[in-house]
Nanobody, 128 residues
Framework: HVQLVESGGGSEQAGGSLRLSCAFSGYISVGSCMAWFRQVPGQEREGVASISTNENSTYYTPSVKDRFTISWDDAKKTATLQMATLKTEDTAMYYC??????????????????????WGQGTQVTVS
């Protein structure tokens, strides 16, 4: 049984930092891709960052590159999104997601939600 549970959301002022965590339980294939998406009501879900769990290769959407850092702790089976220099436009519900199996690096980095069948319940981030 696959389960993802996010934590760490909240409210922060612009310029501040927040750290999101995603605890994963269940079987994980070697080379699975973990990702963070975000969604604002009325808008499409947007891929934010992803990481290949065996290579630790990371990918970011341009708007968060150099501000956000995704990481994967294999021992704890936890994905983390460290967010710095927050902007008001970062306000959204943030979801972590996992691929069914191994993804090619190009696919992991494409941040397309269709490749991720497993999702957490989401955690709200509000930047004012």
């Amino acid at each position: 049984h696959v389960q993802l549970v996010e934590s760490g959301g909240g409210s922060e002022q612009a310029g501040g930092s927040l750290r999101l965590s995603c605890a994963f339980s269940g079987y994980i294939s070697v080379g699975s891709c973990m990702a963070w998406f975000r969604q604002v009501p009325g808008q499409e879900r947007e891929g934010v960052a992803s990481i290949s769990t065996n290579e630790n290769s990371t990918y970011y959407t341009p708007s968060v590159k150099d501000r956000f850092t995704i990481s994967w702790d294999d021992a704890k089976k936890t994905a983390t999104l460290q967010m710095a220099t927050l902007k008001t436009e970062d306000t959204a519900m943030y979801y972590c997601a996992r691929s069914r199996g191994r993804l090619l690096p190009s696919t992991c980095g494409a941040l397309t939600s269709t490749w991720f069948p497993y999702w957490g319940q989401g955690t709200q981030v509000t930047v004012s």
